[in-house]
């Protein structure tokens, strides 16, 4: 009897503990929607297919035998080394598999690279040229979005992958949200290029911008750093030295009638009432 219970003990378990995702835990649980909105698009949504052909459907017939098939879109199973981050590779990657080079003997694992070659790309809104790593298909997915800067702005991140890219895509981002300062030595172009990307900014808040692109750790030190600089105190001469400057406001001073709220300002006009004090020599 005690056997049979186990198995229902272990599903109630399961529901009382569910297990807790990486932004419920510690100071990621602090993360703004807006990364966690950069985080989905990065590391969640599903990348197109680059190395099969994706095919629509559930069944297939089978053209020879006539027999119906599922269909079944299977990812590849892909590496990423440390190298891509470093280039735009345009969703390529490398293939881990198996290849059979002999038909008298057992298949050996195998790896296949991606063709690397280095280029210059033009970012229009940037307003600079780019010496990068990219790929055969990098190149025509540059050509079929009529541009560099189009390319990146119009690709997600999951299929952009690599963090130049993201780190780039930012960049342009930030530069339109400023209005193409760049390009301020020519209103012209710095008005005919704003007013053809402009159209970008529609889908993302200052915000998202700010967050977008960062690594997980880069996201965790900028969180730290923000409760950090909140939390930290402040020194009690600055207090004493407010509560002074409102107390001679309310008292009527005229010194202080005019004088600004900053309290780093209130040094000059304080040091008068010094009576140790240096004076000024007539």
């Not at 002074?244 to 010194?255: N, Q, R, S």
Request: net charge positive; proline share 6%.
């Amino acid at each position: 009897m005690a056997s049979s219970r186990i198995p229902g003990t272990a599903r109630q378990l399961s529901k009382t503990f569910k297990h807790r995702s990486r932004f419920e835990v510690g100071i990621a649980a602090e993360l703004p929607a807006a990364y966690k909105k950069f985080w989905r698009e990065w590391k969640v949504l599903k990348p197109a297919a680059v190395h099969f052909v994706s095919q629509e459907g559930r069944w297939r017939r089978d053209e020879l035998t006539g027999e119906t098939l599922p269909i079944q879109n299977i990812s590849l199973p892909l590496k990423h080394p440390s190298e891509i981050h470093e280039g735009i590779w345009g969703g390529e990657a490398v293939v881990k598999g198996f290849q059979k080079r002999d038909p008298m003997r057992r298949r050996v694992p195998h790896y296949w690279v991606p063709v690397l070659k280095r280029t210059v790309v033009k970012s229009e809104v940037l307003n600079t040229h780019l010496s990068v790593t990219v790929t055969d298909r990098t190149i025509r997915l540059i050509n079929d979005h009529y541009g560099f800067d189009h390319y990146l702005l119009k690709t997600p991140a999951c299929d952009l992958v690599s963090m130049l890219a993201l780190k780039l895509k930012k960049q342009i981002l930030i530069e339109l949200m400023n209005g193409c300062q760049r390009l301020s030595y020519d209103p012209i172009k710095q008005k005919q290029i704003y007013e053809e990307y402009k159209t970008y900014l529609s889908s993302y808040t200052p915000e998202e911008i700010e967050w977008y692109g960062l690594t997980w750790y880069e996201a965790l030190s900028k969180i730290a750093k923000q409760k950090e600089a909140a939390n930290r105190p402040v020194p009690l001469k600055n207090v004493y030295r407010k509560n002074l400057v409102d107390k001679l406001k309310a008292a009527g001073i005229e010194e202080t009638k005019n004088s600004p709220d900053d309290i780093s300002n209130t040094t000059s006009w304080l040091s008068k009432m010094n009576p140790f004090g240096k004076k000024d020599e007539a």
